[in-house]
């Protein structure tokens, strides 16, 4: 069966660090990749979404993820956080030409951005 | 404009009882979701419509039954509420995936459920 893992499970960064969150998917198919982020308290937000062409994407925020399909992963990266970025980071799959648009959510990441 | 809305945000409720989770959006999707995220933030999905049509029915208890009067609006009914199905419940929508391609899902802001 499909499945997303999200090796980092909680991660303490002080400002300006620069992040990485892994996202490992199991699926050997086209794919479509999401990220979404959920701030304390709200619904889920797309940060950034990969369908086809330039793996490296971009996305809102100061966000990118770069897709490398030998590894399976789609890892989201930013070069400084701020402490609004203290929210939980899910890494979500899609399989590319399914029937249906049924998402796959990894475990998500629990970031804390210390001031 | 709050694109997915759902009422109510949070719902306390004794075992046993009946509930519904109401789900309304305002982007003209066709396509509509219910995801639960439990305790731990895993989030997974139980069902999904399009044009009020349901084309996603994960493993879920019967007990559970989505209904989706218009394409705009998906609501849950829970019967017989379990301990178990405390949890966040969120609602989405996309377009049809059919006419447009993989394409993002909007969510809602959560119905957090707390059954005692």
């Known amino acids: 069966a499909q499945s997303v893992s999200q090796h980092n499970h909680h991660v303490i960064l002080s400002e300006a660090a620069s992040l990485e969150l892994g996202c490992n998917y199991s699926y050997g198919g086209t794919v479509n990749l999401f990220w979404y982020v959920q701030y304390p308290g709200q619904h889920l937000q797309l940060l950034l979404k990969?369908?086809?062409?330039?793996?490296l994407v971009k996305g809102i925020k100061g966000f990118e993820a770069e897709f490398i399909k030998s590894k399976f992963s789609f890892n989201l990266r930013k070069p400084s956080v701020q402490w609004s970025d203290t929210a939980e980071y899910f890494c979500?799959?899609?399989?590319?030409?399914?029937?249906?648009?049924?998402?796959?959510f990894g475990t998500g990441t629990l970031l804390a951005v210390q001031p | 404009d709050t694109a997915v809305s759902q009422t109510p945000k949070y719902l306390v409720t004794q075992m046993g009882n009946d509930k519904s989770i109401k789900c309304e959006q305002n982007l003209g999707h066709d396509t509509m979701y219910w995801y639960k995220q439990d305790s731990k933030k895993f989030l997974k999905i139980m069902f999904s419509y399009n044009n009020k049509e349901l084309i996603i029915n994960e493993t879920v208890p019967n007990r559970f039954s989505p209904k989706s009067p218009d394409k705009a609006h998906l609501n849950l009914h829970i019967n017989s509420l379990e301990l178990g199905d405390s949890a966040v419940y969120f609602c989405a929508s996309s377009q049809d995936l059919r006419t447009s391609g993989a394409n993002e899902q909007f969510f809602g802001p959560g119905t957090r459920l707390t059954v005692l």
């Open positions: 990969y369908f086809s062409g330039d793996p």
């Open positions: 979500a799959v899609r399989r590319g030409g399914g029937a249906t648009n049924k998402l796959i």
